[in-house]
């Protein structure tokens, strides 16, 4: 039995309570906005009831005919998101420019391959739980299709499908299962493939936006009460940037949140950050268009890394110490991928571009039902967020922004992998016990398969879920004991 066919997680308490406090009534304003615009338009106008003159009246008129055009800018929204992504980047071009480029597919194909043990386990995830033993070899080819040119198979052309039937012969033989003969017959199964499928969100009011707005202008305010100064990147990406407060003498720092609300959601931990780092310039990525702002432009990775690029030059950084959350990992894994001479050292929390090829962050993000409080959210104000979905229905190439153990930095002389990486055990996005065996191993290569492998400094943070680092100040202190070690 597929996953998609199993009965739902059981339900906490506190889902319940977070459905019927939280998303029921934010929910519900999205519905009855425009009855209660109609109700009081006919009130004014002297069709329901005696006139209410109080300005209270017209103020809930003006508010809820806000929120009723604010759903039609929803509705339009989502409508012009629907298209598939009209030239989705593939694997050559998206790796060109990398130390390692990929000369094909195929190569990545190897190279992927090489760090999966047990295929009939893998695709058992990605194929909602259908056992390999039932695939067809024309499941295997649109998997295949979706996942290394992400098109559909009826959109590959003749050389796509020349390579593909060489991974699918491939795939049975490291399966070690007789490839089945080709049956057009068969039906098909199912397999995870956001980016070809209808795009998904969830309306939600325009009180939450402002709410969030107001949130990030506090946080405006307090940044630049810490001295910090804001520079417009390019049009969709902007940074905050402060100077060393005492003599500089330690690296750069750039942080890179994660989806959500912005910089905003990481005050307790900068709180920390910024009286612990006086010696040292620090910058602050702010990307709105993962961070509920209304952004409807989202850059892709070579226009994120052209707005890098521009800040580190207008500061005249030639390295820094980067430290990123979630999907902070993801622009991480580009810069390093990309210029490596421009990263003296990383730090990850709770990062998903490590085993990103596994079924869990895909299907967990976009397909899971909520179960708990923490999903619910997670779901309503994460995954539903039409900005947020925006990004990662039709604008993220998971192998653009995978970042395999042997792509991390080294030290020039020592060799040493110039990286820390933060997971956290309960982490309800990627698989993190997985994700942590998996960098255990260390940097190991299928170019060199005998080479003894180079050890990885991973943490598994025990007990804690996604993001909930920011609450710990023990977990702020190992995140930032990877500056300490680097400080001179």
């Known amino acids: 039995m597929g996953t998609q066919d199993q009965p739902p997680r059981k339900k906490t308490i506190d889902y319940y309570l977070c459905l019927l406090f939280v998303v029921i009534p934010l929910r519900a304003l999205v519905v009855l906005s425009p009855i209660a615009m109609a109700v009081l338009a006919a009130n004014q106008l002297g069709y329901a009831g005696p006139v209410l003159h109080t300005p209270l009246a017209i103020l809930l008129l003006l508010y809820f005919a806000a929120e009723s055009i604010f759903t039609l800018y929803y509705v339009y929204a989502k409508e012009a998101a629907q298209p598939l992504h009209p030239n989705p980047p593939q694997i050559v071009t998206a790796h060109a420019n990398r130390q390692e480029p990929m000369e094909s597919p195929l190569a990545f194909f190897d190279k992927l391959f090489y760090h999966i043990d047990d295929i009939p386990t893998?695709?058992?995830?990605?194929?909602?739980?259908?056992?390999?033993?039932?695939?067809?070899?024309?499941?295997?080819?649109?998997?295949?299709?979706?996942?290394?040119?992400?098109?559909?198979?009826?959109?590959?052309?003749?050389?796509?499908?020349?390579?593909?039937?060489?991974?699918?012969?491939?795939?049975?033989?490291?399966?070690?299962?007789?490839?089945?003969?080709?049956?057009?017959?068969?039906?098909?199964?199912?397999?995870?493939?956001?980016?070809?499928?209808?795009?998904?969100?969830?309306?939600?009011?325009?009180?939450?936006?402002?709410?969030?707005?107001?949130?990030?202008?506090?946080?405006?305010?307090?940044?630049?009460?810490?001295?910090?100064?804001?520079?417009?990147?390019?049009?969709?990406?902007?940074?905050?940037?402060?100077?060393?407060?005492?003599?500089?003498?330690?690296?750069?720092?750039?942080?890179?949140?994660?989806?959500?609300?912005?910089?905003?959601?990481?005050?307790?931990?900068?709180?920390?950050?910024?009286?612990?780092?006086?010696?040292?310039?620090?910058?602050?990525?702010?990307?709105?268009?993962?961070?509920?702002?209304?952004?409807?432009?989202?850059?892709?990775?070579?226009?994120?890394?052209?707005?890098?690029?521009?800040?580190?030059?207008?500061?005249?950084?030639?390295?820094?110490?980067?430290?990123?959350?979630?999907?902070?990992?993801?622009?991480?894994?580009?810069?390093?991928q990309e210029n490596p001479t421009v990263v003296s050292y990383l730090t990850f929390f709770d990062p998903i571009v490590f085993a990103l090829w596994l079924h869990d962050g895909i299907y967990n993000i976009m397909y899971r039902e909520p179960a708990t409080g923490f999903d619910l959210v997670l779901w309503y104000f994460g995954s539903q967020e039409i900005g947020i979905a925006r990004t990662m229905r039709r604008h993220l190439c998971w192998y653009e922004s995978v970042l395999f153990p042997e792509n991390l930095p080294r030290h020039p002389e020592t060799n040493h992998v110039l990286a820390s990486i933060f997971l956290s055990e309960k982490d309800c996005i990627v698989d993190a016990p997985a994700v942590y065996a998996h960098l255990q191993r260390g940097v190991r290569s299928h170019k060199a398969p005998s080479a003894t492998p180079l050890p990885i400094q991973v943490t598994l943070w025990p007990s804690i879920t996604h993001g909930e680092m920011v609450l710990y100040p023990s977990a702020h202190s190992d995140v930032l004991a990877t500056l300490a070690s680097r400080a001179k």
């Open 122 to 336: 893998f695709f058992l995830g990605h194929f909602y739980g259908v056992p390999f033993d039932q695939l067809s070899c024309e499941d295997v080819q649109r998997w295949c299709a979706f996942c290394f040119f992400s098109k559909s198979w009826d959109q590959a052309t003749a050389s796509d499908r020349s390579e593909i039937d060489i991974m699918v012969a491939r795939i049975f033989e490291m399966a070690k299962r007789p490839m089945p003969p080709l049956d057009s017959t068969r039906p098909a199964h199912a397999y995870l493939q956001p980016n070809l499928e209808p795009f998904q969100a969830t309306a939600r009011p325009l009180l939450l936006y402002i709410a969030t707005l107001a949130g990030n202008f506090l946080c405006s305010m307090w940044l630049m009460a810490c001295g910090f100064r804001s520079y417009q990147a390019t049009k969709e990406i902007r940074y905050w940037h402060r100077p060393a407060v005492a003599t500089e003498t330690d690296e750069p720092l750039v942080f890179l949140h994660g989806v959500g609300i912005g910089l905003l959601t990481y005050a307790p931990f900068f709180w920390t950050l910024f009286g612990k780092e006086s010696k040292r310039q620090i910058l602050l990525l702010d990307m709105p268009y993962v961070a509920m702002q209304l952004a409807d432009a989202v850059p892709d990775k070579d226009e994120t890394l052209d707005a890098i690029w521009t800040m580190l030059r207008h500061h005249n950084i030639h390295s820094a110490h980067w430290m990123g959350h979630s999907f902070g990992s993801i622009v991480m894994s580009w810069v390093c």
